[in-house]
């Protein structure tokens, strides 16, 4: 739905015609309350962490706050993220679901004949970025290289930061050893993770990094900042935690890791990439998602439908009177558009359901109690 649909007679006749009744945003404050003047149940799904200080956060805060103050539910990638949306919207606990990412494992598997038998090759796969700790890569870069001759680092993505790590490369001499691919379509990403040992992530925020799960599937140490949600992302066994603090300390933790990983891949004392595999596909799939997540729409898809004094009145008890007058706004919009193209004229699509549609119950309990069995 675009951010104008609201004002598109066309965007009604999709909305009448589908016969939607939920309507799942991500990001998109406005679509919110698009959606419920539409009269949808809508879920928020949040897989951003914020800060509260600066200007920019206290004013991306408090929009966000007025735009979920009548929204029926949100799903966070972790519990650091739900914690973040939960102090940041003023929402209950009640009312945000934690169902993390998965990874196409069928694609993200090991070829440890890709990997090069003279050389350890780090790999670092990310968006050249300040919040992605290009700052640390440069000075790891520079540190480390001195110290491991056989080390060489392949690094995809592109940013503004780009030029950091070229001008380490250029004046440590490191032409032979630092690789940059720039940007990189997804499906070229596997087969540069394939080709590495040890995946590093350098992020300095993160409410869950999907990058590590796919080098995980693809049988890679991961050594990475302890920020955010990254801690529930994988089990200890699978990756090497450095814990945050000042920059020279995290320089020197991440450092000392990515160290720890070298000794133990040269000892043979790491989990295959086989096993490693099998453990992140254990974890991770896109059906127990999807099943998780259906849940949260049928249980909502049930709630009593708000009246337009009733969703006002949430909107004046997030402190944004103000507000209230964009809400009418589109409420009246809307009658305007119903007068222009009445919804009995409306023809209903046909819901066809077919035998693979057709979801198999599961015992969502039971699988979320061994989901954190396995990561706590």
């Not at 509260?52 to 706050?65: E, V, W």
């Not at 020197?252 to 000892?267: D, F, P, S």
């Amino acid at each position: 739905m675009a951010s104008i649909g609201l004002f598109d007679p066309s965007c009604v006749l999709i909305a009448h015609r589908a016969q939607n009744e939920v309507s799942s945003i991500n990001r998109h404050f406005q679509l919110i309350t698009h959606s419920l003047v539409f009269v949808f149940q809508t879920v928020f799904t949040d897989h951003s962490l914020f800060g509260f200080a600066d200007t920019s956060a206290i004013i991306t805060n408090k929009f966000l706050q007025i735009s979920l103050a009548d929204c029926n539910h949100c799903i966070c990638v972790s519990h650091t993220c739900k914690e973040n949306t939960v102090l940041r919207a003023r929402m209950p606990h009640r009312q945000v679901s934690v169902i993390p990412n998965a990874v196409d494992t069928a694609v993200f598997t090991p070829d440890p004949t890709r990997r090069s038998t003279q050389r350890i090759t780090v790999v670092i796969v990310s968006r050249l970025v300040y919040r992605k700790g290009v700052d640390l890569m440069a000075h790891i870069i520079a540190d480390i290289c001195p110290r491991y001759p056989e080390l060489q680092f392949l690094v995809g993505g592109d940013g503004p930061k780009r030029w950091l790590l070229e001008e380490v490369r250029e004046r440590k001499l490191l032409q032979d050893r630092v690789t940059l691919l720039g940007s990189l379509e997804h499906s070229e990403v596997h087969d540069v993770l394939t080709m590495g040992h040890i995946f590093l992530n350098t992020s300095l925020t993160e409410a869950y990094c999907m990058a590590i799960v796919e080098a995980a599937s693809c049988g890679l140490l991961v050594v990475s900042t302890k920020v955010g949600g990254i801690p529930e992302v994988l089990p200890p066994e699978l990756i090497y935690l450095t814990e945050p603090n000042v920059p020279f300390f995290i320089i020197e933790a991440l450092l000392l890791g990515l160290e720890t990983a070298i000794a133990n891949l040269k000892a043979g004392k790491v989990v295959s990439p086989t096993e490693c595999h099998k453990r992140v596909k254990s974890l991770y799939n896109w059906m127990n998602v999807t099943q998780r997540t259906e849940i949260v729409y049928n249980t909502i898809a049930k709630e009593k439908r708000k009246t337009l004094g009733a969703q006002l009145r949430n909107y004046l008890a997030s402190g944004a009177a103000p507000f209230l007058l964009v809400v009418s706004l589109c409420y009246l919009v809307l009658q305007v558009l119903e007068w222009l193209v009445p919804r009995r004229s409306i023809d209903l699509a046909k819901d066809y359901i077919t035998p693979s549609s057709q979801a198999v119950p599961i015992k969502v309990k039971q699988q979320n109690q061994q989901f954190k069995r396995k990561f706590y």
